[in-house]
């Protein structure tokens, strides 16, 4: 209810607006009589005060004041006094102040008691709460009917829809949702946003939204929302105010889908959850407690519709390192290879198990890098394990091989997509105990050697790589010949070598490829930390 509203009850037919044209428009929400000066206390925003001058007797102007600057500030609606009773007519102080702060005033008669004052302002106050939330109850009446038989979102907003009777727009993100309604041109954009305030039976934040379409020259008004949850990534509800705006009962009707939403999100957390649990105890029953009678095998790989074809092959990457959404896009990318999958997930790795027709459905690291291109630039660390395709009869073997390949490949990176047959000989280091041996078979002196004279050691991998080939190493390093040559001579010193005894020689090779991997691991690992 507004000023100008209050004034053409029946009760106000004989008072008097004494301030003109001042806040006819100010909103009335609440109404107090005036009994103390400490208007902070009690007063609120849109309050209309009744009072009889009672309170205001023997103060200093002052005083008064500065009570009308705190009024003004709260926000109160305007003043109504009761004259012949007290007083017999409105001071020329209160009509100043009302006039300086910008306060309607009314007088009333004193035959009008502060009870008909209160009660026709509370009334239809009241009733507009009342219809309110009354439309509030009968649409979660009709949206209850559609959530206990599992609607889906459409379902949901074509109810929306039909019940609000605006234009509106629904994206599901995660879902890859978007439900339009309506007949509004598709290429609006936002030109403006004001936040709005939250009213008093709504919960949610809204902005409101002032949009243009360039093919129409025309402004279109839209209220926003986000629908925030734990659940999803954020989804977003617009609904177009159209000719006649948006009513509080619209947004009752709002408040509820968004309520209707959310519950539709959590549950559907809740089923993919429990969807997620159960494949993922059935991924681990068939590759880490795999049952020795085949027939159990089978009947587990049936459940998981895992049993279209006769081969298997395993894709693991570790995940200690790696986020929630990092983790999510790799197992996607990697699900996305091939069509029939099951997808299991541990504390520190995850791995695909692929269901394949024959070999030539293998997947390769050729294939997994091209894929898997932008994870494997953003993140060196990244390690990808295939394992061999292989029959069910051996397919516990599939994630002992991954595991295998991925330790192996966190100690001594040889590349970020790697095959457990990339390993060769060093498989027989593979196992956990073992792994930690093959330091201790490496001489000190070629340890020391890296530590201490690394350019020497560098000298040494390349002259290796290069197939011991002097020529070839002088033109890697960009140094002379008889350079290369000086170095060669005196690390076969320093390692007591003999280039030509070729089992002394080949020990020293995988050494030193051994410690170059290791070092490159670490220098990855001193470079992804330097980034962070």
């Known amino acids: 209810m507004r000023i100008y509203e209050l004034l053409r009850l029946e009760i106000f037919q004989n008072s008097q607006l004494l301030t003109g044209e001042i806040g006819l428009e100010n909103e009335i929400e609440s109404v107090m009589i005036l009994e103390a000066l400490d208007i902070e206390k009690w007063s609120r925003k849109n309050q209309l005060i009744l009072t009889s001058l009672y309170a205001f007797e023997n103060m200093?102007?002052?005083?008064?004041?500065?009570?009308?600057?705190?009024?003004?500030?709260?926000?109160?609606?305007?003043?109504?006094?009761?004259?012949?009773?007290?007083?017999?007519?409105?001071?020329?102080?209160?009509?100043?102040?009302?006039?300086?702060?910008?306060?309607?005033?009314?007088?009333?008669?004193?035959?009008?008691?502060?009870?008909?004052?209160?009660?026709?302002?509370?009334?239809?106050?009241?009733?507009?709460?009342?219809?309110?939330?009354?439309?509030?109850?009968?649409?979660?009446?009709?949206?209850?009917?559609?959530?206990?038989?599992?609607?889906?979102?459409?379902?949901?907003?074509?109810?929306?829809?039909?019940?609000?009777?605006?234009?509106?727009?629904?994206?599901?993100?995660?879902?890859?949702?978007?439900?339009?309604?309506?007949?509004?041109?598709?290429?609006?954009?936002?030109?403006?946003?004001?936040?709005?305030?939250?009213?008093?039976?709504?919960?949610?934040?809204?902005?409101?939204?002032?949009?243009?379409?360039?093919?129409?020259?025309?402004?279109?008004?839209?209220?926003?929302?986000?629908?925030?949850?734990?659940?999803?990534?954020?989804?977003?509800?617009?609904?177009?105010?159209?000719?006649?705006?948006?009513?509080?009962?619209?947004?009752?009707?709002?408040?509820?889908?968004?309520?209707?939403?959310?519950?539709?999100?959590?549950?559907?957390?809740?089923?993919?959850?429990?969807?997620?649990?159960?494949?993922?105890?059935?991924?681990?029953?068939?590759?880490?407690?795999?049952?020795?009678?085949?027939?159990?095998?089978?009947?587990?790989?049936?459940?998981?519709?895992?049993?279209?074809?006769?081969?298997?092959?395993?894709?693991?990457?570790?995940?200690?390192?790696?986020?929630?959404?990092?983790?999510?896009?790799?197992?996607?990318?990697?699900?996305?290879?091939?069509t029939h999958t099951l997808f299991f997930e541990h504390h520190n790795y995850s791995l695909v198990l692929y269901n394949l027709k024959d070999e030539q459905r293998r997947l390769t690291k050729e294939e997994i890098r091209r894929q898997l291109v932008d994870s494997l630039r953003q993140n060196c660390q990244l390690v990808i394990a295939t394992s061999p395709i292989k029959p069910m009869e051996t397919i516990k073997e599939i994630l002992i091989d991954c595991l295998d390949t991925l330790r192996f490949n966190q100690e001594y990176l040889i590349a970020n997509v790697v095959d457990i047959q990339d390993l060769g000989i060093f498989r027989y280091f593979i196992s956990e105990e073992k792994l930690a041996e093959v330091t201790n078979l490496i001489s000190p002196e070629l340890i020391n050697l890296q530590l201490q004279q690394p350019e020497l050691f560098h000298t040494l991998f390349t002259f290796f790589k290069t197939n011991r080939n002097y020529k070839q190493t002088s033109e890697v390093l960009f140094l002379h010949a008889k350079t290369i040559r000086y170095r060669i001579d005196r690390i076969q010193e320093l390692l007591s070598l003999d280039l030509n005894n070729s089992v002394q020689t080949m020990n020293i090779e995988i050494a030193t490829y051994l410690l170059h991997l290791k070092l490159r691991r670490k220098k990855i690992e001193k470079t992804n930390y330097l980034n962070k």
């Not at 008064?64 to 001071?91: A, N, T, W, Y």
């Not at 989804?235 to 519950?263: A, R, Y």
């Not at 089923?271 to 494949?279: A, F, G, N, P, V």
Request: one cysteine or more; charged letters at 25%; proline letters at 3%.
């Open 60 to 338: 200093e102007l002052k005083e008064i004041e500065d009570f009308f600057q705190k009024m003004r500030g709260i926000g109160v609606s305007g003043l109504v006094v009761k004259v012949e009773r007290l007083i017999s007519r409105v001071p020329e102080w209160l009509l100043s102040f009302c006039g300086k702060y910008q306060l309607p005033l009314i007088k009333v008669k004193k035959d009008v008691t502060y009870e008909q004052i209160v009660l026709a302002i509370y009334q239809p106050i009241l009733n507009h709460q009342s219809h309110v939330l009354k439309t509030y109850y009968e649409v979660r009446q009709r949206f209850n009917r559609l959530t206990r038989n599992f609607s889906s979102y459409e379902q949901i907003m074509t109810e929306f829809y039909h019940m609000i009777q605006k234009d509106c727009l629904l994206l599901l993100p995660e879902q890859k949702l978007t439900l339009r309604f309506g007949v509004l041109p598709h290429e609006l954009v936002v030109t403006k946003r004001v936040k709005m305030p939250i009213g008093e039976f709504s919960k949610n934040h809204y902005e409101l939204l002032t949009l243009f379409s360039h093919s129409e020259s025309k402004e279109y008004f839209a209220l926003e929302t986000n629908i925030a949850n734990n659940f999803s990534s954020e989804c977003t509800l617009l609904v177009h105010e159209g000719e006649t705006g948006l009513k509080e009962t619209d947004l009752m009707i709002i408040e509820n889908l968004i309520d209707v939403i959310q519950e539709k999100l959590q549950m559907d957390f809740l089923i993919k959850k429990d969807r997620y649990t159960r494949l993922n105890n059935l991924a681990d029953a068939i590759l880490q407690n795999t049952p020795s009678n085949l027939d159990e095998v089978k009947s587990l790989l049936k459940e998981a519709k895992l049993n279209y074809y006769p081969y298997y092959q395993g894709v693991a990457f570790a995940t200690k390192d790696l986020s929630a959404e990092e983790k999510r896009t790799l197992r996607n990318k990697l699900r996305g290879l091939r």
